[in-house]
């Protein structure tokens, strides 16, 4: 089975806000429309506002398929999008991205917030410890990433990233190249653990 064939569910992480620029709405709405158009399903944070709230809309205007999960929590606060077909609420929010995982072949990263961040720097945590193998993008629309990918490039200036490790995700401005390389993208396989010097 070739890698194409494997991603049948693509988990995207963006933001419960829609940002300062019309550019990451935009943006949202055309990976939305790439993922249908691929016969893809998107698995989301189940929100009804930012660009959760425009990506659901999109993918189901589209025809497509859309996943959402979110905690018990916010639904009390009246953010979840009920007319997601597949709603699944869940008690906390450890259980959201647990499933979220579970329910994914790959996963990307959009502008977003706090969450976001954390969400995206978790699932690469588990590639880099190997408790999964599933490609993971950063779609950095119009550069809202760049101080991101700098980091993560001082991270390895400094050893306490490893140079392999860094390469286990893409990034790309444009949704259907990121697709595209998802999609070819092999791992590599590294140990995470330093090799220590006998003494």
Not at 4 to 31: D, E
Request: glycine letters at 8%; charged letters at 20%.
């Amino acid at each position: 089975m070739d890698e194409m064939a494997m991603i049948k569910r693509v988990c995207v992480f963006c933001g419960s806000s829609p940002g300062a620029r019309p550019a990451y709405a935009a943006v949202a709405a055309a990976l939305a429309r790439c993922l249908v158009a691929r016969g893809i399903t998107i698995v989301y944070g189940g929100g009804n506002v930012g660009l959760m709230g425009v990506l659901a809309d999109t993918a189901r205007a589209a025809g497509g398929e859309v996943i959402g999960v979110i905690p018990h929590s916010l639904v009390a606060k009246e953010v979840a999008h009920t007319e997601v077909p597949d709603l699944r609420i869940v008690e906390s929010m450890h259980e959201r991205k647990a499933l979220m995982a579970e329910l994914a072949d790959a996963f990307i990263a959009m502008p977003g917030g706090y969450g976001t961040f954390e969400e995206f720097c978790e699932i690469l945590t588990w590639t880099q410890l190997g408790l999964q193998r599933k490609p993971c993008g950063i779609l950095n629309v119009e550069g809202y990433y760049n101080h991101l990918l700098q980091m993560f490039d001082h991270a390895v200036a400094e050893q306490f990233v490893k140079p392999a490790h860094r390469k286990m995700f893409i990034a790309d401005a444009d949704p259907e190249s990121l697709l595209d390389r998802l999609l070819a993208y092999q791992l590599p396989i590294v140990d995470k653990w330093l090799v220590r010097e006998e003494t």
